[in-house]
């Protein structure tokens, strides 16, 4: 079983910036270590579907951005500290809405195929 604990949410105004973090913890010792995890970020705002924000595979050399953040966030992780970061910058007023961290050995984009989540974080920006 894989805990996942996001950080750093909250109110900012629009234009300006916010990191997320998220770190795994395991309750058995062997599960995280031999198996290697593609993290996902991934939002939902009131009276939508949760949606796609950022995956990175395990290596961080591959990430993938929805286009509605292409640009203005980035994804990056730290394996040593089992840790995904999502850097946003230039928010926006759309951008309000619970984040959520996913884990999943498969690298995919879909919130449905994640096996692991945490259990949100709150960023709400005011224009």
């Known amino acids: 079983q894989v805990q996942l604990v996001e950080s750093g949410g909250g109110p900012v105004q629009a234009g300006g910036s916010l990191r997320l973090s998220c770190v795994a913890s395991v309750s058995t010792f062997s599960t995280y270590d031999r198996t290697t995890y593609a993290m996902g970020w991934f939002r939902q705002a009131p009276g939508k579907e949760r949606e796609f924000v950022a995956a990175?595979?395990?290596?961080?050399?591959?990430?993938q951005y929805a286009d509605s953040v292409k640009g203005r966030f980035t994804i990056s992780r730290d394996n040593a500290k089992k840790a995904v970061y999502l850097q946003m910058n230039n928010l926006e007023s759309d951008d309000t809405a619970v984040f959520y961290c996913?884990?999943?050995?498969?690298?995919?984009?879909?919130?449905?195929?994640?096996?692991?989540w945490g259990q949100g974080t709150q960023v709400t920006v005011s224009s």
């Open positions: 990175v595979n395990w290596s961080g050399s591959r990430p």
């Open positions: 996913a884990a999943d050995p498969d690298f995919t984009t879909i919130p449905g195929e994640y096996d692991y």
